[in-house]
């Protein structure tokens, strides 16, 4: 799944680059739609991240590509690897802007720990 | 192109469901990223949409997936056709909640209308 | 009614000028308090506006008044007449910067289609 | 001028009512577009308030109607009297929800205060 | 309590500085919190401002420092004096750029006024 | 350095608990506010988080406390580490809700990396 936001200027700090939390908050919310639609009819929760860096500074008008991945899907957990690419200017550039991995667990109604349930 | 959206609670009239014009909103940026991806180098300002019909309410925690293709490019503006469907629960449905044409115009700098350069 | 609204820095594209979708949610919440208004007890979901044209590219710090005018009172369904126009720097200008019809169908609590109760 | 406002989830307090800060933000907007539409061409900061009192919490759905009458015009500042009344359910009602002075003072492009030309 | 901000674009009028109205949200959250800390398990809501006064503009990538003090306890309501500080560049500076006493009411569940119990 | 937030009906996801990435984006802006104070006059851009672990859902109404503390300044880099405790109705609890290590750099106006200078 490919996911695209563009750099508005509501989203900058006061230097005019993008924060590196916005840039987090994006990736939660892409991962968490993704894991609502591959697992429909469970709930959820962020549970973490792997060590972040930032190597680039993301500027106004920045259209980004989020490519985002399943690559584990464990008992009552599963985990994405979300790429972020610059995508404008230069068509979709081969250059990594931020990467990273990140993990939700299946809860119940009460926030408990619960199984996932597969799709056949 | 494929892009979604979950509808969270800031999102949300006094009665608990998605605003006719929020869903316009987001019609409109997601065409928007399509159009600045489509003709990199190029500026476009949104010039109409087609005659506008709400047929289903759409409430909190629902997710959409909008279906954006490119179906007429002219000498200076550009068309897509975007499909809103819901995209939880019953995994991706055929049903179509919400269907639009929408135009954008290439300007440049000055703003004035200008010839959309295609890629080879 | 007339209705008011500023444009400010948080509600430009990256090129600082307004977003269409932007200005097409203004209309439908102004208008949506209108018929909230005109229908006190009832509540009403948007259904449908015209063909949308945009004409005229909108700056940060203009001020844009609209005018809302109520033109159609059907059975389920009434229809407002929104039109925009500049209001600053030439005090109120006589060019509309936009126009467009928006409807509304009155709803019960289970969503239904409902008579629109007209007050003496 | 009247101007009305809809208390949305978005705008609401951890007990579902609306904060007196964002009321008086509201307050301080509607009467900046005021004063900036009756004195075209001059640039106005909010300088003061008059003691602030909340008596009547509000609730999210609520429609309130601003009413903003300018009720002194100095040699650099001027004054607007804002009175904020519930209009809603009860058609609009005679009880007073908020009241408050609200001045600003004209200033030039280096930010110092500077007369007010007041039009024929 | 101190308490941090930094303006943002999203945070600017049309001429690029700082709302007076929205600092008073700020003034308000902060106090809010205050307030909630102080006395936990009880609920309050804003019932005052003494007289406001603007007398500095404030520009973006500022950051406001918030010092939030305890002035009165009353039977049902208490009083916070806040002083906003300039911080950065200068580091803190002695000018105060703001003040003011902001005042709460104890209230029930209902939404009566009620006795505020004091913790030993 | 100490800095309170409260979790608001638009800061929560469609089940009702904050989003794990609003808490890092909060984490992000008071390190940055946090950075800008400890080093007046340079600028500086997050480069990373240590490995993010979500241990403790954050519901509606919470007050969050952020405890910020620098605890290594390199030659061009800078790291604070972030507790959050959880700051209402049991008052200051002494458990960890959340805990990160976040870095910045230094970098000059052309956004190269830089020296920092330390204050005497």
Redesign the interface.
């Given at each position: 799944?490919?996911?695209?936001?563009?750099?508005?200027?509501?989203d900058?700090?006061?230097?005019g680059?993008l924060?590196?939390?916005?840039l987090?908050?994006?990736?939660?919310?892409?991962a968490?739609?993704r894991v609502?639609?591959d697992f429909?009819?469970q709930?959820f929760?962020?549970?973490?991240?792997?060590?972040?860096?930032?190597?680039h500074?993301i500027r106004?008008?920045q259209?980004l590509c989020f490519q985002c991945d399943k690559t584990r899907v464990g008992k009552t957990s599963v985990t994405y690897n979300v790429k972020v690419y610059r995508?404008?200017?230069?068509?979709e550039s081969e250059e990594i802007l931020f990467e990273n991995n990140i993990s939700f667990v299946c809860v119940d109604n009460a926030?408990e720990k619960s199984i996932i349930k597969q799709q056949e």
């Amino acid at each position: 799944m490919q996911h695209y936001k563009i750099v508005l200027p509501a989203d900058l700090n006061d230097y005019g680059s993008l924060f590196g939390g916005t840039l987090l908050k994006w990736v939660d919310e892409i991962a968490y739609i993704r894991v609502s639609l591959d697992f429909p009819g469970q709930h959820f929760v962020t549970i973490g991240l792997d060590n972040v860096e930032f190597r680039h500074p993301i500027r106004e008008g920045q259209i980004l590509c989020f490519q985002c991945d399943k690559t584990r899907v464990g008992k009552t957990s599963v985990t994405y690897n979300v790429k972020v690419y610059r995508a404008r200017y230069e068509t979709e550039s081969e250059e990594i802007l931020f990467e990273n991995n990140i993990s939700f667990v299946c809860v119940d109604n009460a926030g408990e720990k619960s199984i996932i349930k597969q799709q056949e």
